[in-house]
């Protein structure tokens, strides 16, 4: 499944500056395995011990992953995955 | 209706129908108007408790100045509640929020502190805390931490939606300091626990994202995310659209980040239809239209709206 990842600025040292680039998998962690074989080291910036870290925010065609299964959450073809740091409103 | 003084009047606001943008008779929208408020937003509520709470626990005493990071609202209904009774206000405000929000502020007598545009909130919340730290005696209520904020909607907002609306089954709110939801949220598990609870946040431009690392990332204090059931990111394209959408069908003008929660509750009103459940869903109006306008959010296309918004804390 081919999906868009978009990469927040402060990742796209690993991007080689592109804003998104392509992913495939049928779960958020499929994608984000074949997003780190394109541009190793991104995963470890997103992940610890096994969970998306405390600071970053996933969004699965707008809707927080957290919400519908975190990493082990559906993702199908032509959908889109937004990764944000997570920063202050109000 | 008659109180004693501004202050006794926040909160109560109206919850009304929406017979246009309701997909149908069986899943219906409703929106509470906190644009009624005495300085036309929700955060007249959180604004007033927090600091009600702090003279009562002691912490503000006369003559104090009040410290607050805000993007806009919080300050505003502070520097009111300041003003009638008798503190100083500073606020810490983004320099990339709309000119009506300093003019608001300034009126009623706040005195405003700039943080870089790039950061957005983050940056206000940090150089408020270290503001803080040279001014020991300033007391900052720091709503995203302040259980007095979420008090208020646990008091106030959600008991008001379920007296005005028993079948509610949804509401939508937005998410900024959480406070609104936490309150909401906390209520409805106990009140109503089949009540979804439902997260709308704006997803601004990356100038706002612009963070230096990971770590200078930032969780309101306030946020428990098992009080909500859903969390949707929506950006100005949408939200414009549905705050000029809530304006032409129904009347009602409203803020932008009005816009992303009609958005959110416009989403799931169409899932509540495709599985022919009924729904009566409730979404908050945060605030009103006019401290927007200049960000020509009103007019032109939706492509030069979404230009113009590029960078600006709207919500």
Redesign the interface.
């Given at each position: 499944m081919a999906v868009e990842v978009r990469s927040?600025?402060?990742l796209r040292n690993y991007t080689g500056g592109a804003k998104a680039v392509d992913g495939s998998g049928d779960t958020l962690a499929e994608v984000i395995d074949s997003v780190e074989s394109d541009h190793p080291g991104i995963k470890d910036?997103l992940i610890e011990e096994g969970d998306l870290?405390?600071?970053?925010?996933v969004?699965v065609n707008?809707?927080?992953v957290?919400?519908?299964g975190g990493l082990t959450a559906a993702v199908g073809d032509g959908d889109s995955v937004?990764i944000?740091?997570?920063?202050?409103?109000? | 209706m008659l109180y004693s003084s501004l202050l006794d009047s926040v909160g109560g606001t109206p919850l009304v129908g929406l017979p246009t943008l309701s997909p149908s008779a069986d899943v219906r929208l409703w929106a509470k108007l906190e644009d009624q408020n005495p300085t036309g937003s929700i955060k007249d509520r959180a604004a007033s408790r927090m600091l009600l709470e702090a003279e009562k626990d002691g912490r503000l005493t006369p003559g104090c100045t009040i410290l607050e990071?805000?993007?806009g609202n919080?300050g505003i209904s502070l520097a009111m509640v300041a003003k009638l009774r008798g503190y100083r206000m500073v606020c810490v405000m983004p320099e990339n929020t709309s000119v009506e929000r300093r003019q608001l502020l300034a009126m009623w007598g706040a005195e405003i502190i700039d943080s870089p545009a790039a950061?957005?909130?983050?940056e206000?919340?940090r150089v408020a805390k270290g503001i803080a730290e040279e001014h020991p005696d300033w007391v900052m209520l720091y709503?995203?931490g302040n259980p007095a904020n979420a008090l208020a909607h646990y008091d106030g907002t959600g008991p008001e939606i379920l007296a005005d609306l028993p079948t509610v089954t949804h509401v939508v709110a937005?998410?900024?300091?959480t406070?609104t939801l936490m309150g909401i949220g906390r209520f409805f598990r106990e009140a109503k626990p089949d009540v979804r609870i439902i997260?709308a946040?704006?997803?601004y431009g990356?100038l706002?994202?612009?963070?230096?690392?990971?770590?200078?990332?930032?969780?309101?204090e306030l946020y428990d995310?098992t009080l909500?059931?859903?969390?949707?990111?929506?950006g100005p394209r949408d939200a414009v659209r549905r705050t000029r959408e809530l304006l032409e069908s129904e009347g009602i003008f409203a803020g932008i980040s009005t816009g992303a929660i009609l958005h959110a509750a416009l989403a799931q009103a169409a899932k509540c239809v495709k599985a022919e459940q009924p729904a009566d869903i409730a979404f908050v109006v945060c605030d009103g239209g006019w401290k927007y306008l200049s960000t020509g959010a009103y007019e032109g296309s939706l492509d030069e709206a979404e230009e113009r918004l590029e960078g600006q804390l709207w919500?």
């Open positions: 927040p600025t402060i910036r870290r405390r600071f970053i925010n969004y707008d809707e927080d957290r919400f519908i937004v944000l740091p997570a920063v202050a409103g109000g | 990071p805000t993007s919080t950061g957005g909130s983050n206000a919340v709503q995203y937005g998410l900024g300091t406070g997260a946040e704006p997803r990356e706002v994202y612009g963070l230096r690392n990971l770590d200078e990332g930032f969780v309101p995310e909500i059931d859903a969390r949707f990111s929506v919500a």
